[in-house]
């Protein structure tokens, strides 16, 4: 058992750092190593010495463009999420990072269909998320951030569903029994939201959103974002250190 067990956390993106979910996981004994790729920061070869891997979300489209990675340190990155999910390392993908997770095992990204999805929304766990290890002590319908354009259109062989909505029905899943992807945010506060509305590039006008109204229904809810999933991040360091165990779930097979 590892008391404080060392994460790596992957921040694709200057504007999408770990924030409100970093101070969780810190809170709750983990020990940070935070490679800002974005910035030119390396990726390690390997998982050695990391007992979870937390990957951010970002602007960037998870899925090639032109035939090639939209940021030159992604074919890195899957690689190591299908090193997490072969090594049963414990690996939570927030947005991009949940969408770049399923690409990773065989899943498919693609624009949403129904264009972008941002602002304060309810997701709904499914029955199995019930005997899920982070997703199980939820709320039936927790609180959540959305700011995407694309989505996850099929999910990876293997993998378990385990919350969706009407709009966007994967909206968070498992691999194995210790790999976790979600579409939504967790990690964000108001003053985040606030520079991503700053920088939008015309989705919240294609969505039809006035800034200024999105804004203050996700501030209406950040309390509550807060009572959901800071005790999620607390969940994700103890089945990391070895506290809580995620076994007894199958785990898919990983062509590497």
């Known amino acids: 058992m590892v008391s404080n067990p060392r994460l790596l956390v992957v921040q ?4 999408d750092d770990a924030r409100r979910l970093g101070d969780w996981l810190t809170d709750a004994g983990a020990d940070l190593h935070v490679v800002r790729a974005h910035d030119g920061e390396p990726l390690p070869d390997d998982l050695t010495g990391y007992r979870g891997l937390v990957v951010l979300g970002g602007a960037q489209p998870a899925y ?3 035939g090639e990675p939209a940021s030159p340190w992604f074919p890195r990155l899957r690689a190591l999420l299908r090193e997490a999910v072969a090594t049963r390392v414990a690996t939570l993908g927030v947005c991009l990072g949940g969408q770049l997770l399923a690409g990773a095992l065989g899943g498919r990204v693609e624009p949403a269909s129904s264009g972008p999805e941002i602002g304060a929304f309810l997701v709904a766990k499914r029955d199995v998320a019930e005997t899920d290890p982070l997703f199980a002590m939820l709320p039936f319908t927790p609180d959540v951030y959305q700011w995407h354009v ?5 999910l990876p062989p293997g993998a378990v569903l385990l919350a969706s909505s009407p709009r966007v029905p994967n909206q968070a899943f498992r691999l194995g029994d210790r790999v976790w992807g979600i579409q939504f945010h967790i990690e964000c506060d108001v003053a985040m939201l606030r520079s991503w509305a700053a920088s939008d590039d015309g989705s919240l006008a294609r969505a039809g959103l006035d800034a200024e109204d999105v804004l203050a ?3 209406a809810v950040e309390d509550d ?7 999620f991040a607390e969940r994700f360091v103890a089945l990391a250190a070895g506290r809580l165990s995620g076994r007894g779930i199958p785990l898919p097979v990983v062509n590497q």
């Not at 694709?12 to 504007?15: K, P, R, Y």
């Not at 974002?225 to 005790?231: H, Q, S």
């Open 225 to 231: 974002v807060e009572e959901v999933w800071r005790p």
């Open 150 to 154: 694309d989505e996850i259109t099929a």
């Open 217 to 219: 229904r996700c501030a």
């Open 12 to 15: 694709n993106d200057a504007e």
């Open 64 to 66: 090639d463009v032109d």
